[in-house]
């Protein structure tokens, strides 16, 4: 209990409690409600609710007072959240106060006013039931009282007033009471888009669908970036305003939103139109899809109670619905019922959460806007019927339904044993038997067959791994025979026993002399190849006739001129060979300058010392092969001989054929 000084707060705290013990003791005291003049906006339920002074949040009247009953269900307590506190202030709160009393516990809470306020925000109590006393005298300003409560089993409770800055993490979980729809407070932006931060964050929620304002419930959210703008819609009766750039945007969770799929339409009737053009529009049921362009379903001007009905192929959870008029003529439906049935016979009307009467729900101001109320609770149909109730000019309508599908939970099938007809007597040596029919094996023959079967399978497995191996073995043997022979991959392969390398092969009919030639520097590990194309080695074999050559034969060869006129004739089966011309040399003179006499020169480069000279080896030939007697004439008439060490010797001279 708080305690003050002052006779005046006691007579007043007395007098309180004097009131609500006698109305408890004429058991006149309900479950819950208000009694007085001095009573704004109540909204009471057994789990939570709010209530206000009158004209909040506008001046309170004089001399007026209510009193409001509290009560949770049994074994829990209340939670009660001020919003605001605005009393005129006085000493001792005598003027306007506010008192919160238990009269079974015989405590009281109070009294409060502007120059004594609640220490927090959130009062815990230890009582069921509570009685809330508010009283005025003559005064000049003050907004009033505004005050909601829920059970100890939502201790996240926050009041009305509580909006999306006063948070700075990026997900919030609270629990909104009800009563928050028509309490002051302005919302931006639209469940699509998200709403502004300085939204009052309950009343966005009843706006977006999330909770009833008639239950209240948790809310789940997050602050997410905010966008540049936020457009107006009007949904669950409230109404949003466009609101500009904000640094953070609130985003509300919702499980079961998705628009739902409409396999077939029906209506009690369809308006045919004649224009005053003579053409006809038929104004049928199927026109009745949202997203379709151009008008909408009407129903016949003649008809009374007209319907229109939804077929969504199979029972699905619906959360909601979106109306929209025709806006091409300014039709519109501005309420409606809304009725679902299983079988599309049986049809059972919504009643909302109270459960006690058909909840008519609000529908367009407009014909081009779009309209969105909440199911809540859900409803589970396969048909959905809307039937409206007040319209604009006439009764025309485009709808869809919103929901997801409905979760299937099987309940466990109950065991029911079963009791064979005949029990068979046991005996002496019963026989294991398996339950397949038509098959009947004994465990000890079962597993000598797996241990057999398992034996059979790795011996193939080994035997298959052997022959692998064997076969990789033989495959890279084979490879590096042919890369030591020099055969590679793509080149006509030879037998080894006719020719293995170019090294074995013998020179035909004739010896090798050797002929020096001193290395030049940085060319030591490479080997000088002929300047003169040598016939193809590769084809020669013992067994084998020599293929046609390229090279022009000897006379002692059994070659002779053909007859022929011109270089294209070729009147025999031999090959004729084109002759050099006249006056240009024969062949190529190497450079090569003449040494003067007495000189040497080392075949072996400075630098390295006791390095060999290269040599290379060119066929033998006669004396008379050769001009001037087995000499050479080199550039300018200079004798040169072809030993090595010769006088005039040229490290690049070579040995040229006479032309025939």
């Given at each position: 209990m708080r305690t003050g000084g002052g006779a005046a707060r006691w007579a007043l705290v007395l007098a309180l409690l004097r009131r609500c013990f006698l109305m408890a003791s004429l058991g006149l005291r309900p479950a819950g409600g208000q009694d007085g003049d001095g009573c704004g906006h109540t909204l009471l339920t057994p789990h939570s609710g709010t209530l206000?002074?009158?004209?909040?949040?506008?001046?309170?009247?004089?001399?007026?007072?209510?009193?409001?009953?509290?009560?949770?269900?049994?074994?829990?307590?209340?939670?009660?959240?001020?919003?605001?506190?605005?009393?005129e202030p006085s000493e001792h709160c005598a003027r306007s106060s506010l008192l919160l009393a238990d009269p079974q516990a015989g405590t009281a809470y109070g009294p409060y006013c502007k120059n004594a306020v609640p220490a927090t925000p959130l009062?815990?109590?230890?009582?069921?039931?509570?009685?809330?006393?508010?009283?005025?005298?003559?005064?000049?300003?003050?907004?009033?009282?505004?005050?909601?409560?829920?059970?100890?089993?939502?201790?996240?409770?926050?009041?009305?007033?509580?909006?999306?800055?006063h948070y700075t993490q990026e997900h919030i979980s609270v629990y909104c009471p009800a009563?928050?729809?028509?309490?002051?407070?302005?919302?931006?932006?639209?469940?699509?888009?998200?709403?502004?931060?300085?939204?009052?964050?309950?009343?966005?929620?009843?706006?977006?669908?999330?909770?009833?304002?008639?239950?209240?419930?948790?809310?789940?959210?997050?602050?997410e970036k905010g966008i540049t703008l936020y457009e107006s819609a009007f949904a669950n009766g409230l109404h949003s305003k466009r609101g500009s750039l904000s640094e953070k945007r609130l985003l509300f969770h919702r499980a079961c939103g998705d628009t739902l799929e409409v396999a077939a339409f029906n209506a009690s009737s369809w308006w045919h139109e004649v224009d005053a053009l003579g053409q006809d529009r038929a104004w049928v049921a199927e026109r009745a899809a949202l997203g379709s362009a151009g008008h909408s379903w009407a129903a016949d001007p003649s008809s009374e109670a007209a319907w229109l009905e939804l077929d969504l192929g199979t029972r699905r959870n619906i959360t909601g619905i979106i109306t929209k008029g025709s806006s091409e003529h300014n039709y519109y439906v501005r309420s409606y019922r809304v009725s679902s049935s299983r079988d599309g016979k049986n049809w059972k009307p919504y009643r909302g959460s109270?459960?006690?009467?058909?909840?008519?729900?609000?529908?367009?101001?407009?014909?081009?806007?779009?309209?969105?109320?909440?199911?809540?609770?859900?409803?589970?149909?396969?048909?959905?019927?809307?039937?409206?109730?007040?319209?604009?000019?006439?009764?025309?309508?485009?709808?869809a339904l919103v929901g997801c599908q409905l979760a299937r939970v099987r309940a466990p099938r109950p065991y029911v044993p079963s009791v064979p007809e005949e029990v068979p007597v046991p005996t002496s040596h019963p026989a294991s038997r398996t339950p397949i029919p038509g098959v009947a094996l004994d465990p000890q023959q079962a597993g000598s067959m797996l241990l057999v079967m398992l034996l059979i399978g790795g011996f193939v497995l080994l035997c298959s791994s052997l022959l692998l191996l064997a076969?990789?073995?033989?495959?890279?043997?084979?490879?590096?025979?042919?890369?030591?022979?020099?055969?590679?991959?793509?080149?006509?392969?030879?037998?080894?026993?006719?020719?293995?390398?170019?090294?074995?092969?013998?020179p035909p009919g004739s010896m090798l002399t050797s002929f020096p030639t001193p290395p030049m520097l940085g060319d030591l590990g490479q080997t000088h190849s002929p300047e003169y194309a040598e016939p193809d080695l590769l084809q020669v074999s013992p067994s084998s006739q020599p293929g046609p050559s390229t090279f022009k034969p000897f006379p002692d060869e059994g070659y002779t001129l053909p007859l022929v006129v011109s270089h294209y004739d070729v009147?025999?089966?031999?090959?004729?060979?084109?002759?050099?011309?006249?006056?240009?040399?024969?062949?190529?003179?190497?450079?090569?300058?003449?040494?003067?006499?007495?000189?040497?020169?080392?075949?072996?480069?400075?630098?390295?010392?006791?390095?060999?000279?290269?040599?290379?080896?060119?066929?033998?030939?006669?004396?008379?092969?050769?001009?001037?007697?087995?000499?050479?004439?080199?550039?300018?008439?200079?004798?040169?001989?072809?030993?090595?060490g010769s006088p005039g010797h040229c490290p690049l001279s070579h040995v040229y054929h006479e032309a025939l």
């Open positions: 206000s002074s009158k004209n909040y949040p506008g001046t309170y009247p004089n001399h007026t007072a209510c009193r409001w009953w509290l009560r949770a269900p049994p074994g829990t307590s209340l939670l009660l959240a001020f919003g605001d506190v605005d009393l009062l815990v109590t230890n009582s069921s039931s509570v009685t809330v006393l508010f009283n005025s005298s003559s005064h000049r300003s003050g907004r009033g009282l505004l005050l909601s409560y829920a059970t100890s089993q939502h201790p996240d409770l926050v009041s009305c007033l509580v909006r999306g800055t009563g928050c729809k028509d309490i002051e407070g302005d919302i931006w932006g639209n469940p699509s888009q998200g709403y502004r931060d300085t939204s009052v964050l309950c009343k966005a929620a009843v706006h977006a669908g999330v909770v009833a304002d008639e239950l209240g419930g948790q809310v789940s959210l997050s602050r109270s459960g006690q009467e058909d909840k008519v729900f609000e529908g367009n101001s407009d014909s081009h806007g779009e309209v969105f109320n909440a199911f809540i609770p859900s409803m589970a149909a396969r048909y959905v019927r809307v039937t409206p109730q007040s319209w604009h000019q006439r009764v025309a309508l485009k709808l076969f990789l073995c033989h495959r890279k043997r084979k490879l590096a025979a042919e890369l030591n022979c020099g055969v590679m991959k793509g080149y006509p392969k030879v037998e080894s026993s006719q020719v293995c390398s170019l090294q074995s092969l013998q009147p025999g089966k031999r090959h004729e060979y084109a002759e050099p011309l006249p006056p240009e040399p024969e062949y190529a003179t190497p450079f090569c300058e003449p040494e003067a006499a007495g000189t040497h020169r080392s075949p072996c480069p400075a630098g390295l010392p006791g390095c060999p000279a290269l040599r290379y080896d060119a066929p033998t030939l006669r004396p008379a092969e050769l001009p001037g007697g087995g000499r050479t004439a080199g550039p300018g008439g200079v004798e040169t001989r072809s030993a090595e």
